[in-house]
């Protein structure tokens, strides 16, 4: 491979922001992976976020991005996976696998989409250092016939239509608006970019906590949810404390700690199955590796407040949420997923202009 812009490169990032700034160029905020497609004749390369390649985990989607893209190109993107309509971000988590034959058979099973926002370089030129409003052109170009799985992300510098997006496009399972200095060269791994992403809020069960890597202090709240049957699911960790908070929590969370985990509503969180299925904190994944998962069990008495941006499949926190405030005038068992409002549905093929 010999490309003006060689791998590995880390993207260019946003910041997070409370409200859509005036006079930028705006696009959907893709919750998939991003990644940088590399494409020098017969080769590809998909560099991640930290420059390390995904190519393994998409067959589907190297073949795609050789016979689409232009023939020497250095593409910045999301790779996403769509079911019935929504995007599906526990698909695309399933093909970080080791097992090759996995790895295919889910390639078959729930194709994975590339959906293209930037250019990086194109032929023997870099693009780099040229302005957003002239990569976009030469994207829209270059990506003029572009077929599915490959797609062109929508764009506009209409404010009132990114505002129109913000509000339609999370019934399909985006999560938010990016927006663009139209006269930004391409920074790579730097925040110069803006984020603004949903935020709600919800009062959530605190059943237990980990230390943080530091030491004996609060790292995380293990938070949950009760179901209709009255089962307390774990959905999701509140973090991001300053340090003195992290101690503090310990001790204030010190009446409520329980010896016996044995009676705890999570009390099955050492079997691997269970946390499969379940979510339940503490026990091993393909994620967690040799991490030390190790939890401390609460009695489930404490309410927080807590907000939260998206609900992966209505049932867990898709990101970490942040915590707001105690909540001693709520009870445990109030905490419901009744209380979460749903984002009205809305069909990602309206998004990307494809077939249903």
Do not use: N
């Not at 003006?4 to 260019?12: D, S």
């Not at 707001?324 to 109030?334: A, K, Q």
């Amino acid at each position: 491979m010999d490309l003006p812009v060689m791998p590995p490169v880390k993207p260019m990032l946003a910041k997070p922001v409370a409200k859509i700034p005036p006079g930028m160029q705006y696009e959907a905020k893709w919750d998939g992976f991003r990644a940088i497609v590399f494409r020098d004749g017969t080769e590809v390369e998909l560099g991640s976020r930290t420059g390390k390649p995904l190519t393994r985990y998409f067959p589907e989607l190297v073949e795609a991005l050789r016979e689409r893209l232009p023939e020497r190109c250095v593409v910045d993107g999301e790779i996403v996976i769509a079911l019935e309509g929504h995007l599906d971000f526990d698909a695309l988590t399933e093909r970080i696998h080791p097992a090759d034959s996995r790895v295919r058979m889910l390639a078959d099973k729930t194709p994975a989409s590339f959906v293209a926002f930037d250019v990086l370089a194109l032929d023997d030129r870099s693009l780099l250092d040229i302005p957003l409003s002239d990569r976009r052109r030469l994207l829209e170009k270059a990506l003029s016939s572009v077929t599915p799985p490959v797609h062109l992300a929508p764009a506009t510098t209409d404010r009132a239509v990114a505002e129109e997006w913000f509000r339609q496009y999370e019934g399909a399972g985006l999560d938010g608006v990016i927006a663009k200095p139209l006269s930004l060269p391409y920074r790579p791994d730097e925040r110069v970019m803006y984020k603004v992403k949903h935020e709600r809020t919800a009062d959530a069960v605190v059943a237990g906590y980990r230390y943080h890597k530091s030491g004996p202090v609060v790292g995380s709240l293990l938070l949950g949810l009760y179901d209709d049957q009255g089962v307390l699911q774990h959905v999701g960790v509140a973090a991001a404390f300053a340090m003195k908070r992290r101690a503090e929590l310990v001790e204030e969370l010190e009446p409520l700690r329980m010896e016996d985990v044995g009676s705890h509503p999570w009390a099955a969180w050492s079997e691997e199955a269970a946390h499969e299925t379940a979510r339940l904190p503490g026990a091993p994944s393909r994620w967690s590796g040799k991490k030390d998962l190790a939890w401390v069990p609460l009695r489930p008495e404490r309410v927080a407040e807590v907000a939260y941006d998206h609900m992966e499949k209505g049932v867990r926190f898709r990101h970490t949420a942040r915590f707001r405030r105690w909540r001693p005038d709520r009870t445990p068992e109030s905490c419901t997923y009744s209380q979460l409002e749903e984002p009205v549905r809305y069909d990602l093929a309206e998004i990307l202009g494809t077939p249903g």
